[in-house]
């Protein structure tokens, strides 16, 4: 056998075993990504990591960056002074005022406009609000009042609503709003559009109307004064009532001695009588058929 | 045949079938010249329209996407000697061939030119089960082969089906689907030393590559310069390779016989390096030159200064004419040949309907071999350069590169050998769970 380490005269060039493992590993797409990508991502990472854990960095930037912020925040271009609400009543103004929630001297960079908006859009007084910060540190709130219209008696209590059945305020009484209608039931508030027109069709009896009844969540009863009542059907309430009407102003049907006007079948409208009358009616008849008086 | 040997063809093919999925494989020829390697890449085609497209892989089309070849070291007659030196050129190939294809590959198919070949043809019978022929039909008949008895120091790495006959009719290529009763087969079976073959394939792992095949090199030569009509008819193509000269012969498409003489252009080298005293490099320098094989007239007045040993200008320097070289070459060309025509004429070659020769292989290139080899195997030769397949770089499309080319076209159309059929049941010894998982299949 040769020597081992003959004197060879010229090996031919060839990669060595690690080289080759280390090119073919290389070649596999997994590996490059890994490489290409994940190492330096892996050593930015570790380096952010290591400097802010090292030297509190951390906290030095945060604090750094309040700094900043609150130098800006607190120039004197930005201080809201003032809150004004134009155009409301003053007490609703006041409650505006509490529900915005800005504590003055604010800084506008802070106080969220819409923040403030949706609060006092939150307060039943209120249909809509423009909140604007105008540039001489004022905050001006433009509200939009609902405007009561009916007051309603129900289960919870006695409330204000707006055309729309909207909540606008809680009463104790309902003589505190002796110039409003009063409607009562369950699901009266769903329908306060018709009772208005309703007790517009009523007019010529306005001065003895007590209020509108919603009956079973459906249908409206006419309250007036001496315990007469105009029941109104389902649909075409309103025709129903100007026929009542109709008779009240060429017969006078309603100073008459009734209790109820039934006009929920509009075909066979039904009149009640009090017991007086129907015993006057009684006498009256007979006398006319000639017996005993 | 034993149980081993089956199972190991089969994880091989099983290995092939894996890269073709993953559309890329690497040829390997390993000769006693050069190390050549090729990556091929399998293009999936998209099949249907619009939408409900999906790519298809089609076995043909391939193309050669990396290529590289080195100077083979530590391999003599086709065979590796030093295993250090061989997996060192291996490794020059394929790295050239993936930084080509920038591509990594793992499964490599592989030719192997030594390890002294020899051909056997089996014949086995058996009866059909049930009317048609079916698959298992096929694996049962070939399990029913006379396996000769080779020796023990040799392993088979071929067992082709040439020919069926079912029902004593003939020249069946594929039986399957036929109606018959007696289904026979024809199977060429080629062996080779085992040492060598067990020493080329951990030669393989130490390069970290997955074997995916073993073809016997004259076999995939043959493919790659045989045209189809030759193939068809009957031809035998001989390779003259560095250290070995393959011969195969094909008809009917099937390679019928193979063997290898084992001498090649190392061995003209050698003559030249001997007989004019020069150096191995500066006579494979002339031979490649100045070489040729029949003399003419110019060729005593053509001279060939011969490079000095010593290298010196002034002391030493002579001269030989043309026609010395020629004579130097060609006794031994004529040596090879007439081992081919000996190989030839045990085989039965000249009872084939056609008996075209083609000589391929890097000493092929000698200018008069074609006239040299009609004059001695006494038949029309040809030299057959290798198919022209798409990528392959101008540089490779040599007769050298016969075999390489010829292995990608083994892989991209392979021949079904006997291990791509199921053996029968009967034959399984030791591997009842897998009776059984198969019986449950087959029965519910």
């Keep these: 056998m040769l020597p081992v380490r003959a004197a060879q005269p010229r090996r031919d060039p060839a990669p060595s075993r690690l080289r080759y493992r280390l090119t073919r590993l290389w070649l596999r797409p997994a590996f490059r990504r890994l490489v290409n990508l994940g190492v330096p991502l892996a050593a930015v990472l570790l380096a952010s990591w290591t400097l802010l854990a090292q030297f509190d960095l951390q906290a030095r930037a945060v604090a750094l960056y309040e700094k900043a912020r609150d130098a800006i925040v607190e120039q004197p271009q930005f201080t809201i002074t003032a809150i004004e609400v134009p155009d409301v009543s003053a007490d609703l103004a006041e409650q505006i005022k509490i529900a915005a929630f800005v504590n003055l001297p604010a800084s506008s960079l802070e106080v969220s406009v819409a923040a403030v908006r949706s609060r006092i859009e939150s307060l039943d007084a209120v249909e809509r609000a423009r909140v604007q910060i105008r540039s001489n540190g004022v905050l001006e709130i433009r509200a939009i009042e609902r405007m009561p219209v009916v007051v309603w008696r129900s289960e919870k209590g006695i409330q204000l609503l707006d055309q729309n059945g909207i909540r606008v305020a809680e009463v104790d009484s309902r003589l505190r709003r002796p110039d409003l209608p009063l409607i009562a039931g369950d699901g009266a508030d769903g329908h306060v559009p018709e009772a208005l027109l309703l007790l517009d069709d009523a007019h010529p009896v306005l001065g003895r109307v007590r209020g509108l009844v919603r009956v079973g969540e459906r249908r409206w009863d006419l309250v007036l004064d001496r315990g007469q009542t105009i029941r109104l059907p389902e649909t075409g309430a309103s025709e129903a009532l100007r026929r009542v009407m109709a008779l009240e102003a060429g017969e006078e049907l309603l100073e008459r001695d009734l209790v109820t006007v039934d006009m929920r079948d509009p075909r066979r409208p039904m009149l009640r009588l009090t017991e007086h009358a129907v015993s006057e009616l009684e006498r009256l008849r007979r006398m006319d058929m000639g017996e005993d008086a | 045949m034993n149980r081993h040997l089956y199972d190991l063809q089969r994880a091989m093919r099983t290995r092939r079938d894996a890269a073709l999925r993953r559309g890329v494989i690497a040829v390997l020829d390993i000769g006693t010249t050069k190390v050549s390697c090729l990556v091929l890449q399998f293009v999936p085609e998209e099949e249907g ?396």
């Design chain 2, 49 to 444: 329209e619009g939408a409900n497209a999906r790519p298809v892989l089609r076995q043909g089309a391939f193309r050669v996407i990396g290529a590289a070849n080195t100077r083979s070291r530590g391999i003599a007659f086709g065979e590796i000697t030093s295993m250090d030196e061989c997996e060192r050129a291996i490794r020059t190939a394929v790295q050239g061939a993936q930084k080509m294809a920038n591509l990594r590959f793992d499964h490599v198919v592989v030719a192997f030119s030594g390890g002294r070949p020899r051909s056997y043809g089996v014949t086995g019978e058996t009866e059909v089960e049930n009317g048609a022929v079916t698959e298992a039909d096929i694996g049962q008949v070939l399990a029913e082969c006379e396996i000769p008895d080779y020796g023990h120091d040799r392993d088979a790495i071929h067992a082709l089906p040439v020919n069926f006959c079912l029902d004593h009719r003939t020249g069946l290529t594929d039986p399957r689907g036929q109606i018959g009763r007696d289904l026979a087969v024809d199977m060429h079976l080629v062996t080779v030393a085992r040492t060598a073959l067990h020493n080329l394939m951990h030669c393989i792992r130490r390069c970290d590559l997955e074997l995916a095949g073993i073809v016997a090199a004259p076999y995939a030569t043959a493919l790659a310069s045989l045209i189809e009509d030759e193939q068809e008819l009957g031809a035998a193509c001989i390779d003259i390779g560095g250290g070995s000269t393959g011969v195969s012969i094909f008809v009917r498409r099937q390679m019928i016989y193979t063997d290898a003489v084992r001498m090649g252009g190392h061995h003209i080298t050698s003559d030249i390096c001997q007989g004019l005293q020069v150096s191995m490099q500066d006579a494979e320098r002339m031979k490649t030159k100045h070489g040729g094989l029949i003399a003419t007239g110019i060729d005593d007045r053509d001279m060939i200064e011969l490079p000095s040993i010593l290298g010196d200008w002034d002391h030493e320097r002579r001269q030989i004419s043309r026609s010395e070289l020629i004579g130097v070459m060609r006794p031994r060309v004529e040596e090879i040949l007439e081992e081919v025509r000996a190989r030839l004429d045990a085989s039965g070659f000249e009872y084939l309907p056609s008996q075209r020769i083609v000589l391929t292989g890097g000493s092929a290139q000698i200018p008069g071999l074609e006239t040299i080899a009609s004059h001695i195997l006494g038949r029309q030769c040809r030299v057959g350069k290798p198919l022209r397949v798409q990528g392959l770089p101008q540089s490779a499309t040599g007769t050298s590169f016969s075999t390489t080319v010829g292995l990608a076209m083994h892989v991209s159309c392979p021949h079904d050998e006997w291990w791509d059929f199921e053996m029968p049941q009967d034959r399984h010894g030791a591997r009842k769970v897998v009776r059984a998982l198969r019986w449950f299949k087959e029965n519910w």
